[in-house]
């Protein structure tokens, strides 16, 4: 986009996927109550910025956290996985040699006749993040702030409210946290949606 022609009234788009960095409350010259601030490195080119305000933040959707969960059969979980298009989701399967993996990432190419789907694993340091979820050995998905559970046999899925949880942290197959990069001042969101600084 040349940002020369920017200007009121223009339609701009930009997805990011981050990495939370740090998340505290925080007293600003501008604000006379503490707000809540996030420090993010985009996981494709290392910028930091932050985000600040819950109003903002709320709006973002997360891939480790959820406020229900939701037993389901296999097929419905894998419907959901394969309708998750920009969603950010974790993925609990069983690889090839048995071993229960985690997956944190986002569809690439959702395959419902191999069984499989390719998707970005966000935990990837170096070598290519492409990797296969087997759609067959699927046990739970968080995604859209639920967890959806892959039941036994045949009873009725249960939605059970208010039972929040985080996906805890992993790093499989050489995978770890990314690094910070970039130069200068980072860029900052705040709550009123205002962009400040460059990204």
Known sequence: MDVKQV????????????????????????????????????????????????????????????LNEVNASLTEVVEKLMKAETKPFSVGFVKKNGVERVLRGRM?????????????????????????VDHRTIKWLVMGNTKYIVKSGGSNGKKQSSNQGVVPSTSPEGSGNTGVGGEGQPSRYDGRHQLRGQL
């Not at 910028?47 to 903002?56: A, C, K, P, R, V």
């Open 7 to 66: 200007q009121a009234g223009g339609i701009i788009s930009k997805i990011i996927y981050a990495r939370v960095e740090a998340s505290d409350k925080k007293f600003t010259g501008s604000h006379p109550f503490s707000i809540l601030s996030v420090r993010c490195t985009d996981l494709e080119d290392g910028t930091t910025f932050w985000l600040e305000g819950e109003e903002l933040i709320g709006t973002c959707m997360s891939a480790d956290t959820y």
């Open 108 to 132: 690439i190419t959702p395959d419902g006749a191999l069984g499989r789907s390719t998707v970005i694993d966000f935990d990837v340091v170096g070598g290519s993040p492409l990797r296969q």
